[in-house]
T-cell receptor, first 114, second 117 residues
């Protein structure tokens, strides 16, 4: 089955620690994205990648980092510099980055900072 | 500036009722695309529909229908004969041709729909 997987589903972190969220897709999509969702709010774009070894900042990139070494994988690291990291994180992918390219989403990772 | 507004934060209906979720957007672009996504309690966003700005025909898919009106900048979503399985958060989103090759989606705040048996 083609799709997007994210792991772990739940993640707990102590303050001051970096954590990495995994996102893998087998849809053969070139573009991948990371969004953050806070309660009662829409999704906000953190980073996106059009192609392997290339990525761009979104609207709220501060305190986050990404890599894109493989087409299938786009991990997100939440660093200790992120002031309020508790949120629901969603990964998405699409064929390309044109406005017409529909984004498909993974099941999400819920991060809680203790 | 581009913006998507879903004024209804929460809606509660009884099963078999019809319900309409409102979406109003702002954009200066003449070419743009509108989307609806469903987020069930499991968390994953499920794509429902994409509509481009040049196609104002209403769309129907089973119990779902969408009404796109450029004159009022609205893209409303109606569920006919609602079912408990329709309970979810629904998001409306906008992408603009003028945003360049970023794939950026602008999301509304979402509407939580609760369908009671």
């Amino acid at each position: 089955d083609g799709g997007i997987t994210q792991s772990p589903k739940y993640l707990f972190r102590k303050e001051g620690q970096n954590v990495t969220l995994s996102c893998e897709q087998n849809l053969n999509h070139d573009a991948m994205y990371w969004y953050r969702q806070d309660p009662g709010q829409g999704l906000r774009l953190i980073y996106y990648s059009q192609i392997v070894n290339d990525f761009q900042k979104g609207d709220i990139a501060e305190g986050y980092s990404v890599s894109r070494e493989k087409k299938e994988s786009f991990p997100l690291t939440v660093t200790s510099a992120q002031k309020n990291p508790t949120a629901f994180y969603l990964c998405a992918s699409s064929f390309g980055v044109l406005p017409t390219d529909t984004q498909y989403f993974g099941p999400g990772t819920r991060l809680t900072v203790l | 500036a581009q913006k998507v507004t879903q004024a209804q934060t929460e809606i509660s209906v009884v099963e078999k009722e019809d319900v309409t979720l409102d979406c109003v957007y702002e954009t200066r672009d003449t070419t743009y695309y509108l989307f609806w996504y469903k987020q069930p309690p499991s968390g994953e966003l499920v794509f429902l529909i994409r509509r481009n700005s040049f196609d104002e025909q209403n769309e129907i898919s089973g119990r779902y229908s969408w009404n796109f009106q450029k004159s009022t900048s609205s893209f409303n979503f109606t569920i006919t004969a609602s079912q408990v399985v329709d309970s979810a958060v629904y998001f409306c989103a906008l992408s603009e041709h003028g945003s360049g090759n970023t794939g950026k989606l602008i999301f509304g705040q979402g509407t939580t729909l609760q369908v009671k048996p």
